[in-house]
């Protein structure tokens, strides 16, 4: 009976070791996004998409986001876009600033945990707003001129999603050459109008972050009905890439739901 004990608790111990590592183990990919109708100033135009790193909570989720610094840092991509969850607890702020001032041209916003809406017992309040050089942007919109074209960045604001107030769509430019909806939740592709958007960034699932595998999918115990919980959908609103994000919340573990930073390699 004694060595049956001993062998769960060893079973256990290597189940979570392995979660707690795979939460540092983060994936660094490139894909090819293809955008019908993509101007030829923007063919090739590089896009690295992050998402909840929830600083501050104690988690490996840490070490990937330095990791996905570094490598976005290293490319130097023409866009970083960062959709939200920042912080889990204000004692982040620090690592935030520190780490989002080794990128350029970085547009982001703000989730649900930066603001604790959210049934985590371990979140804090800790909205930062000005995040210089990286610019957050809430329920507004900037453009920005890229290789002779322009692209729009809406960002929106996940307090005005909650009380579903949110309207990005409203802000798009037609006239723009590429537009982009930046939002912590993928459930924006579905309330916005047909062809509001070429791109939208979304992050917030963590592609279940404990899932469990089984034959032609895996069930993602985190936001049980959204599926997929990562990579490219197209939406009538507009084409959505959603991130695996960094960080982890509630346990410091990830089980078949690796942390990702993505380049998009955006092409007509």
């Known amino acids: 009976m004694i060595w049956l004990l001993v062998v769960l608790g060893a079973c256990v111990a290597a189940v979570l070791a392995w979660g707690v590592f795979e939460a540092g183990w983060v994936r660094l990919e490139t894909i090819?996004?293809?955008?019908?109708g993509l101007p030829k100033q923007l063919e090739g135009l590089r896009i690295a998409h992050l998402a909840d790193f929830h600083l501050g909570f104690p988690s490996?989720?840490?070490?990937?986001?330095?990791?996905?610094?570094?490598?976005?840092?290293?490319?130097?991509?023409?866009?970083v876009l960062v959709s939200g969850d920042l912080l889990s607890r204000p004692s982040g702020e620090a690592d935030l600033r520190h780490l989002l001032g080794r990128l350029e041209h970085c547009y982001l916003v703000l989730g649900n945990h930066d603001f604790a809406l959210s049934h985590d017992p371990f979140a804090r309040p800790s909205a930062v707003f000005d995040l210089e050089p990286a610019m957050?942007?809430?329920?507004?919109?900037?453009?920005i001129t890229v290789a002779g074209a322009s692209v729009q960045?809406?960002?929106?604001?996940?307090r005005s999603y909650d009380k579903k107030e949110a309207a990005p769509d409203r802000l798009a430019d037609p006239k723009a050459d590429l537009r982009i909806c930046l939002c912590h939740f993928p459930g924006i592709?579905?309330?916005?109008?047909?062809?509001?958007f070429?791109?939208?960034?979304?992050?917030?699932?963590h592609d279940g972050q404990i899932a469990l595998p089984y034959p032609g999918g895996k069930l993602r115990f985190a936001h049980l009905r959204h599926h997929p919980g990562r990579g490219l959908v197209r939406r009538p609103s507009g084409l959505?890439?959603?991130?695996?994000?960094?960080?982890?919340?509630?346990?410091?573990?990830?089980?078949?739901?690796?942390?990702?930073?993505?380049?998009?390699?955006?092409?007509s």
């Not at 490996?60 to 866009?79: F, H, S, T, Y």
């Not at 960045?153 to 996940?158: A, M």
């Not at 592709?189 to 509001?196: D, L, Q, Y």
């Not at 942390?259 to 998009?264: F, M, S």
């Open 32 to 36: 090819e996004v293809q955008l019908p």
């Open 153 to 158: 960045i809406v960002g929106v604001d996940p």
């Open 198 to 205: 070429d791109l939208i960034c979304a992050g917030h699932l």
């Open 240 to 267: 959505l890439h959603i991130s695996a994000g960094l960080g982890t919340t509630f346990v410091p573990f990830r089980f078949f739901a690796r942390p990702e930073a993505t380049e998009l390699d955006l092409r």
């Open 189 to 196: 592709s579905e309330r916005i109008a047909p062809g509001s």
């Open 60 to 79: 490996r989720g840490r070490r990937a986001v330095e990791k996905a610094i570094d490598w976005v840092a290293e490319r130097k991509p023409d866009l």
């Open 136 to 143: 957050v942007l809430l329920d507004e919109a900037r453009t």
